[in-house]
C-alpha cells in the first residue's frame, strides 16, 4: 500500500496526551476502521473518566440499534451522583440514522458540562451536523486501518504502552509475518513477552 497523505490527523498519542494533560473534552468521537485501536481506546477513556463513586448512577452505555433518542438526552442532561460528572457511551453511532443524528443535536447545541460523551463507530458521515460539533467541541480521532510502512511504528508505540521491549529486527520479524493487522500483531507481542519472560526483550 502506498504511504498516507502528508496531513496529520489527530491521532491516538494526541488522545492519551489530552486527557493526562488537561481537563477532559466534553465529547470523544472514535471512529474508523481499524476496530482493535479503536475499541481499546473507547476502554482506556472509560478507565481515566468514568467516575469512581456511584457507577450506576453516573455511567451508562448506549447503542444505535434501537436507541431510544430521548432516554439518551434525558441521561445527558441528568446531574451526576455524588460526583463531579457523569459519562455516557453510544456505540455504533455509524448506524444512528439522519433523523436521529438530528434529534440529537441538542447535545452539541445545548450542552452541559457535566456529563462526557464517548462516541464510537465505523464509517462516520462527518458532514452531519451532530458529528461535526462534536469534532469542535471536543476530540475527535479516526482510527484507519493500517498500511505496511506504519507497522513498525505501531509495534513499537504498543509495546512501549504495554511496557514491553522490543528490538527493531524484531518488529521487522513481525511485520513480515503478521502483517498490517493490529489484533493479531498484538496477540503475537503478547505471547512472545511471554515467552521471553518479564525485563527481557522480544529480538
Known amino acids: 500500500m502506498s504511504k498516507r497523505g502528508k496531513g496529520r490527523k489527530p491521532g ?6 489530552q486527557i493526562d494533560g488537561a481537563n477532559p473534552a466534553g465529547y470523544y468521537l472514535l471512529h474508523g476502521a481499524e476496530e482493535f485501536g479503536r475499541n481499546r481506546a473507547v476502554r482506556w477513556l472509560f478507565e481515566q473518566l468514568a467516575p469512581s463513586a456511584a457507577r450506576d448512577f453516573n455511567v451508562e452505555t448506549f447503542h444505535a440499534d434501537g436507541l431510544e433518542v430521548e432516554r439518551l438526552l434525558d441521561a445527558y442532561r441528568a446531574y ?3 460526583a463531579d ?3 455516557l457511551t453510544l456505540k455504533g ?5 439522519a433523523d436521529q ?3 440529537l443535536e441538542p447535545m452539541v447545541t445545548d450542552s452541559v458540562d457535566s456529563t462526557i460523551v464517548i462516541v464510537t463507530g465505523e464509517k462516520v458521515d462527518a458532514r452531519r451536523r451532530l458529528f461535526k460539533q462534536m469534532a469542535a467541541l471536543g476530540q475527535a480521532v479516526e482510527f484507519s486501518a493500517l498500511y505496511d510502512n506504519e507497522v513498525p511504528a505501531w509495534i513499537t508505540r504498543h509495546c512501549r504502552e504495554e511496557g514491553i ?8 520479524v ?3 509475518y503478521v502483517g498490517p493487522h493490529p489484533r493479531e500483531l498484538a496477540s503475537e507481542i503478547e505471547k512472545l513477552a511471554l515467552y521471553v519472560g518479564a525485563g527481557h526483550p522480544i529480538t
Open 12 to 17: 491516538w498519542d494526541d488522545l492519551r496526551n
Open 174 to 176: 513481525l511485520r513480515i
Open 101 to 103: 443524528c438530528r434529534a
Open 85 to 87: 460528572r457523569r459519562l
Open 80 to 82: 451526576p451522583v455524588m
Open 93 to 97: 453511532c455509524d448506524r444512528l440514522s
Open 165 to 172: 521491549a522490543i528490538e527493531p529486527e524484531g518488529a521487522d
